[in-house]
């Protein structure tokens, strides 16, 4: 599953577990961030992303839709997807850092924090959920 360095990434798969990816955290980056390598794309989240969405997923106390969605799209309401972009969040607004690569937050941040022991993830062919551990 690797270390998450950038030598030795996580090796995740999206909820439904149909598309492979590798992230690693680089501690060095301003701000630190989350790398996402998706083939020949790159997308980066605030590496805080994983403590805050922990925190705020134990404050809900429940099932959380993740409503994965591209940058451009709008995003239905009470969704992981809309709260890592919400104006209300922790960092006041996206927690995605290259513009245009912003969203898809809800698609691979929280298998990663399912192996990190964070939360509990669904793993159906549509329609995941996810709670904290």
């Given at each position: 599953m690797g270390s998450g360095t950038k030598e030795d990434p996580w090796v995740l798969k999206t909820p439904p577990g149909k598309s492979e990816y590798q992230?690693?955290?680089?501690?060095?980056?301003?701000?630190?961030?989350?790398?996402?390598?998706?083939?020949?794309?790159?997308?980066?989240?605030?590496?805080?992303c994983l403590e805050d969405a922990q925190a705020m997923l134990k404050e809900h106390g429940d099932w959380m839709p993740l409503g994965s969605?591209?940058?451009?799209?709008?995003?239905?309401?009470?969704?992981?997807?809309?709260?890592?972009?919400a104006a209300d969040n922790p960092v006041g607004g996206w927690?995605?850092?290259?513009?245009?690569?912003?969203?898809?937050?809800?698609?691979?941040?929280p298998p990663l924090m399912e192996h990190l022991g964070m939360v509990e993830l669904e793993h159906n062919a549509?329609?995941?959920?996810v709670r904290a551990a």
């Open positions: 992230m690693y955290k680089d501690e060095e980056a301003d701000p630190p961030a989350l790398m996402c390598v998706v083939g020949s794309t790159k997308l980066s989240y605030q590496l805080r969605k591209d940058e451009r799209q709008d995003v239905k309401e009470g969704t992981l997807e809309a709260w890592a972009r927690y995605g850092l290259k513009k245009g690569f912003r969203g898809r937050f809800a698609n691979y941040v549509r329609n995941n959920r």
